[in-house]
């Protein structure tokens, strides 16, 4: 049966890069003495599916990934015996049981929620908050984005479903589909383009709140719900 | 949370920042006022590496478990946050507190290749620490050393308070209470450093000098306190079941070079290869016993979560044992689905039965260590593998599947002729053929793949080939194109691959090896005209060594080139490793008459080490 894992990477270990943190897990998963199941062939390994890679430098409270599980005790048991064996930083908030018929974590993803905040050192105009508010109002956000192959036109807005300006920073909801997938760093760049501001050099700091899929009726859901 | 010692701004901009970050599962935190003595534990090069290190994770596992000491780990940053710490004014930090090295009781640098030498100026003048012993004060860090390349530390006694000679295990405690009782007296550190001198083990370089006579060797030595030992003894741990290991290695985030549990299973090698220091220094051979071993292997896979398990000792044929740890291995792992890795078997019916049940026959390779092509220079060097033997090992494996094979050479050797390098192809060859004799030619799946390699000899102090002359570049490189030209000449040259090691940093680890007190001025030289990770081909800076060489009035021939008589004093003779220097010195005379000398199972040649009571040294002897 298959089992969806909810974590946080809050910390020093947001430097932990995304293959480093499946091995993080891979390892952890056997010093937890949960019962996955692996794959066939001479170097088994185990069925495990994790949800948006996460950028490095970036924290979350929204990380998933599945398991496949020969047998079970309780979803609570796999949680607190996972927690058990983590590290500063990353803690288990979830886990459940996945209905048959499921799709796995990364197909499933259709959008998150990210809380940006600026670097201490970063110089802003006074008036850049009326000026992104105004950006997002826009009916399309036009942009040249870089592929692997060429250069292509796209409408960024249809891929910010949300911006606010909170008091602890800017939150957007934005795609995350595979494909369709847009970096808040991106948005936010090219937003202070527009107005004529350099930006340094990583001069923000990104936290992922929260990963949903979508529903069949198109309604966002995180991904356990 | 712990705070970094780098801001998110340093971290973001170099490459792998998790090196820098602590943190990992079984990584040792502490409070720090809750300890009285802050341990900062060095590995000189960068985190990978460092952190594949057993002796590391031995030792610091130990002082952990002493409740009055912190022991941190260190590494050296790379070359692109090194910049940036420099630009910035930004201490060397160890990683589990983040704090600044410089404020440690100790900095402890151990020293497995002399090619990190300049490594360890880079990690003192990071940390802010004095390059030179005789300038720290009250303030600084207890520098010291341990490792192999302590068995001869003249060339860099000037940057280390203490050197600690031998196996890790016995010693600290003593050195720490000793410290405990400096601070509470308010001693001075001279007095700390006359007391430590006389704890076994312990070599406190500033309580000697060096004389030499007129031709450059060296002609005595001379005490400056009455307290100073004259010969230091290593020490050694006489009960290997009974001692420290970490039950809970750290687990690196990121991948390193040794990314697996490492089960030591033994100390030691009885087999006495002339060249091989490793086989000198830690003799006797002491096996630790099969429970131990059993219960240490679940108790770190369970704590660590790895997915490997390897096998760590010099020639892990010779563990008396072996069958009975590896049917246990096999049954626990296939169940856990942890993968074994099995370095330095020696190749024959037995261990091919276990790789084939340990490996996928169609990846591996096999590896043979001739060191030498023909059996006359075998003998030389008191290899005791056979041609037959090699050829006899290759055809079984390549029955059992195998098509990979892999043959370490060195080239340079004390004695060496023509006909015992073109002996390197025309093994080479002979393992081709047998290849093609073997396995019928509807059953092949292309070529046999043969690689063949060659380091280049570098004598080491305490062996037989203490005495040998080293070759020069260019003759090294000489042999090297001839390996190369006797191997495209063989029937079966297109199955052979051919690589050899670089020519001059060669030269330069021969030095280091052989070194007396001349060679501090010149390491330190190299590294302010800009030289640090030697060891990196990629940041190896030859011409710059040389220039330090000549600005510093030091000939490097004197150290490589040049013969020893059998009565020079060596700048490593103070230092007692068990073996004694009549025993090494009949064996430079039996390699010389190509005389091969029997392994410490088969019959003890009295080399000294029969003193320590323990190990192999107390087996009935087969002949």
Known sequence: ???????????????????????????????????????MGFNPHQIMSFASPLSVGHESSGEYFDIELNSITDVEDIKNRLNAVMTEGIKILKVAILDDGEGNAMASVAA??????????????????????????????????QTKKSEKEIDLKEGIYKLQIRDDGIFMQLDAGSGSNVKPGFVLEHFFGTIGVELPEFPLRVRRLETYRRTKKGKLMPLIS | MRKLALSDEILMQVEKPARYIGGEVNAVMKRKEQVKVRFAMCFPDVYEIGMSHLGIQI??????????????????????????????????????????????????????????????????????????????????PIVIGGGPCTYNPEPICDFFDLFYIGEGETQYRTLIDLYEEYKEKGMGRAWFLEHAAQIPGIYVPSLYEELYNEDGTVKERKKLSEKAPDIIMKEMVKDVSDTYYPMKPVVPFIKVTQ????????????????????????????????????????????????????????????????????????????RRKINISLPSLRIDAF?????????????????????????????????????????????????????????????????????????????????????????????????????????????????????????????????????????????????????????????????????????????????????????????????????????????????????????????????????????????????????????????????????????????????
């Not at chain 2, 009055?68 to 710490?85: G, K």
């Not at chain 2, 710059?544 to 700048?571: K, S």
């Open chain 2, 59 to 140: 030792i610091y596992d130990m002082l952990n478990q002493f409740e009055d000491v912190w022991c941190e780990r260190v590494y050296s940053p790379w070359v692109d946050l090194d910049a940036i710490m420099r630009k910035e004014n930004i201490p060397l930090f160890a990683l589990e507190s983040q704090d600044p090295v410089k404020e440690f009781d100790f900095l402890g640098i151990t020293l497995q290749y002399e090619m990190c030498y300049t490594n360890i100026l880079q990690v003192l003048d990071l940390a802010g620490i004095p390059l030179l012993a005789k300038d720290r004060s009250e303030k600084d």
């Open chain 1, 1 to 39: 049966m298959k089992v969806r894992i909810k974590f946080s990477k809050e910390g020093p270990v947001k430097f932990i890069g995304h293959l480093d943190i499946m091995r993080y897990f891979q390892k952890a998963i056997r010093r937890a003495d949960i019962d996955i199941a692996y794959s």
């Open chain 2, 351 to 623: 261990s091919l039965d276990v790789m084939n049940k340990v490996q996928d026959v169609k990846k591996s390779s096999l590896t043979f260590a001739p060191e030498a092509g023909s059996q006359r220079l075998r003998d030389v060097i008191n290899k005791g593998l056979t041609e037959e033997v090699i050829l006899n090992g290759a055809k079984l494996a390549f029955e059992g599947g195998w098509t990979r094979v892999k043959l370490y050479f060195m080239l340079g050797l004390p004695f060496e002729t023509e006909e015992d390098i073109k002996g390197i192809a025309e093994l080479s060859n002979k393992i081709a053929a047998t290849f093609y004799e073997t396995v019928p030619k509807e059953k092949r799946n292309g070529k046999v793949q043969i690689v063949a390699s060659t380091s280049f000899f570098i004598p080491k102090p305490f062996t037989p080939f203490q005495w040998a002359s080293q070759c020069r570049k260019e003759e090294f490189l000489d042999k090297a194109y001839l390996t190369r030209k006797s191997i495209t000449e063989q029937l079966n040259q297109k199955s052979i691959k051919y690589n050899w090691h670089e020519a001059d940093v060669s030269v330069l680890e021969g030095i280091m090896a052989r070194g007396d007190r001349k060679i501090n001025q010149v390491i330190l030289k190299a590294y302010e005209m800009g030289c640090v990770y030697d060891a990196w081909s990629e940041y190896y800076k030859n011409d710059v060594w040389m220039q330090a060489f000549e600005d510093c009035g030091v000939d490097p021939d004197f150290y490589t080139v040049r013969e020893r008589r059998e009565d020079e004093i060596f700048p490593w003779d103070f230092i007692d490793c068990g073996v004694s220097k009549n025993f090494l010195l009949r064996e430079w005379h039996r390699a010389q008459e190509e005389t091969v000398t029997p392994n410490c199972r088969k019959q003890c040649q009295g080399c000294g080490a029969a003193r320590f009571g323990t190990g192999v040294c107390l087996e009935e002897k087969e002949a």
């Open chain 1, 112 to 145: 998150a929620d990210y809380l940006v905040r600026f670097s201490d050192k970063l110089m802003l105009p006074a008036d850049w908050k009326e000026k992104l508010i105004a950006y997002y109002e826009q009916e399309h956000i036009f942009v040249t984005k």
């Open chain 2, 259 to 334: 990314d697996r549990v490492v089960l030591e299973i033994q100390r030691g090698c009885i087999r006495g290869c002339r060249f091989c220091q490793a086989g000198q220094l830690y003799r006797p051979v002491r096996e630790r016993n099969l429970e131990f071993l059993k219960k240490y292997a679940i108790a770190m896979l369970e704590n660590t979560g790895h997915e490997e398990i390897s096998l760590s000792s010099l020639s892990s044929s010779d563990y008396s044992q072996l069958p009975e740890l590896i049917d246990f291995l096999i049954e626990e792992c296939s």
